[in-house]
């Protein structure tokens, strides 16, 4: 239930609240906190705000205009489960200390610039996002850096490499093996009641949960299901979801990354969205075309084609990303839309009612900040219906095994995040349509990201000495 700032100073007083944490969100998705005693927060900070110091985020603000403003959204406020002393967390939009306005660059505010567009186009009124963020869960990880010695370790009981190890307390042998982790019953799958919890923890901070199992990645992937929202709403919930696993994962011992891939020789994480757009509570998606298509839902479907390599800069926006989108390795890079059919990049699920119609983008993955990802998305999808893009023929056959003629015939994604930064810098001018997104800003955006390019092209890899040392 949405909350007035009223209900959020009678929540305080009720849950005898010491702290207020306000936290906002930074460009490339990372989330931030600042805490205020509860004895001093009153309800003019929801119109005075809180000021901080934005040239230190990075992509945003220079030294010499770094005031800015922390404006909490009390529709947002929720009990940290957490924290030891009972402290009120609510989300904040950034603003300019001068005329109040959003920032340019805050993503959350831009999420919002997104469902404004939307309303003003005409198009419809409301935009719905479903995104599925897969995870994995890991007993310890680490890595070093060194001009002479470079590394990572992932130590996990359910990794097919612990077969023949030597554990304490014994090894029990019940693990899954390499693309062998979906859904098994436990002993195999050995993180139930660890994802349950999550599932409780979310469901305690307002966050819906649908459905929760283990995923294909042997080596402790997961995936918890939750309920689709209003776009600026889901982005908000995303960011909580994330954070009550890292924290449920570290109070059982153990640790989360959201990384796509985080070891290879298995599958990876994405994060699968799923969208619709309404009007007067009708569901533009449902027709009578393909699959119970709406027209609207198929040119909506040749925005998503026709930016997808644009968007693969926002919606797969590290260089990792890339390490799991692979061609010919199960892996959603076929630029085709098809109902029912994985591997297709484009599917639309299989439904029972009209309500539910809608078109899921199986490429993103959880790496992906999502205010700019959901707002990207609604972009392309809007300058599709605007400008009439049909997709084509939907796709009949597994895309993965296609005969090499057929087969480089259908677009695919990018193949690196230094081509999706080329296409994002060609192809903006769907994202700053109603100023949704900012020349300024995608250009900050790129610089940014060109420096994440730059570090991982100059290190060296240990697959490169196997390949090259003794030649």
């Not at 998705?29 to 205020?36: A, K």
């Not at 404006?71 to 950034?94: H, K, R, S, W």
């Not at 419809?124 to 996002?129: C, L, N, P, R």
């Not at 599709?384 to 087969?407: C, F, Q, R, S, V």
Request: net charge negative.
């Amino acid at each position: 239930m949405t909350k007035s700032v009223a209900d959020v100073m009678n929540l305080l007083k009720e849950d005898e609240c010491r702290f207020v944490d306000l936290r906002f969100t930074d460009t490339r998705g990372r989330e931030h906190h600042v805490t205020l005693p509860a004895a001093g927060f009153d309800e003019d900070q929801f119109s005075d705000g809180h000021p901080f110091d934005g040239s230190s985020m990075p992509g945003w603000k220079g030294i010499e205009a770094s005031d800015m403003l922390l404006m909490p959204d009390p529709a947002t406020a929720y009990i940290d489960p957490f924290y030891e002393d009972a402290t009120l967390v609510l989300a904040c939009d950034v603003l300019e200390p001068g005329d109040g306005k959003a920032y340019e660059r805050d993503p959350r505010s831009l999420a919002r610039r997104a469902e404004a567009y939307l309303k003003a186009s005409g198009i419809g009124d409301t935009a719905y996002f479903g995104p599925e963020p897969e995870f994995f869960v890991f007993d310890q990880v680490r890595w070093g850096i060194e001009p002479g010695h470079s590394f990572y370790r992932i130590d996990e009981y359910e990794a097919p490499w612990n077969r023949g190890a030597e554990l304490e307390g014994g090894n029990r042998g019940h693990r899954p093996g390499p693309k062998g982790g979906y859904m098994p019953v436990p002993p195999m799958d050995s993180g139930h009641d660890m994802r349950a919890e999550m599932a409780q923890v979310l469901e305690s901070v307002g966050v819906p949960v649908e459905v929760f199992h283990h995923e294909v990645g042997a080596a402790g992937q997961m995936e918890i299901g939750t309920r689709f929202s209003t776009l600026v709403e889901r982005a908000d919930w995303t960011q909580r979801m994330k954070y009550v696993i890292w924290n449920v994962a570290d109070q059982h011992g153990k640790t989360a990354t959201f990384m796509p891939k985080p070891y290879h020789g298995d599958n990876g994480s994405g994060m699968h969205v799923h969208q619709s757009i309404w009007k007067g509570g009708k569901n533009l998606f449902a027709g009578s075309g393909y699959a119970g298509l709406s027209e609207t839902a198929l040119f909506y479907i040749g925005g998503l084609i026709r930016h997808a390599r644009a968007l693969n800069a926002i919606t797969n926006p590290t260089t990792n990303s890339y390490k799991r989108l692979v061609p010919h390795f199960e892996a959603p890079v076929k630029l085709a839309y098809s109902s029912r059919n994985r591997s297709a990049s484009i599917r639309i699920p299989h439904v029972m009612s009209d309500k539910a119609r809608r078109v899921e983008a199986r490429f993103p993955d959880p790496m992906m900040n999502p205010y700019l990802g959901f707002a990207a998305l609604l972009m392309a999808g809007l300058d599709g219906i605007e400008n009439k893009i049909h997709p084509g023929e939907a796709a009949t056959k597994d895309l993965y095994h296609l005969p090499p003629e057929e087969d480089r015939l259908v677009p695919t994604v990018c193949h690196s995040l230094d081509q999706a930064l080329d296409e994002l810098d060609r192809d903006r001018a769907f994202l700053t349509q109603g100023g949704v997104f900012s020349d300024a800003m995608l250009d900050a955006y790129i610089e940014l990201k060109r420096a994440e390019v730059a570090r991982v092209r100059m290190q060296v890899n240990p697959v490169e000495y196997e390949m090259y040392y003794s030649l």
